[in-house]
């Protein structure tokens, strides 16, 4: 019985007795947290939906492109809701992929993933966004 007591997951248990407050606060991080020392030690992936008229520079853009497109992408409506996939280096937190899609999906994390492989070096050089030996920027 000890046996398959042991196999239960802790925190599962938890989140069934107690809840997901004290699940949360038993299995919280100590400390500090993830140190990490080195740009792309640590990457991490999230998403958010978000909608698309909520950034009113957002407007300028949409208003730009032709109408069939807007009418193909449901532009067209007062408010779209879309979902912005990130990948984020936590010791620079520099944006290292980016994806846009209507629902959240498995093409937009890989489209992140095989995004944060590429050589950024020419973009940001083009955007003069680093010179020579400023990056990674140096963390506060």
Do not use: Y
């Amino acid at each position: 019985m000890r046996k398959e007591i042991a196999l239960i997951d802790p925190l599962g248990a938890t989140l069934a007795r107690i809840g997901p407050g004290a699940a949360r606060t038993k299995f919280r991080p100590a400390g500090a947290g993830i140190e990490v020392t080195r740009a792309g030690e640590r990457v991490e992936i999230d998403e958010i939906s978000l909608d698309l008229f909520t950034i009113p520079e957002m407007r300028m853009f949409i208003d730009g492109i032709p109408a069939a497109l807007r009418r193909r992408l449901g532009l067209e409506k007062k408010s779209v809701r879309w979902t912005v996939t990130v990948a984020i280096d936590v010791r620079t937190r520099c944006i290292l992929g980016i994806a846009i899609s209507r629902t959240p999906n498995h093409r937009a994390a890989r489209q992140v993933l095989q995004m944060t492989m590429v050589n950024k070096g020419r973009w940001a050089c083009a955007a003069t966004a680093m010179t020579l030996g400023t990056w990674p920027a140096p963390r506060n």
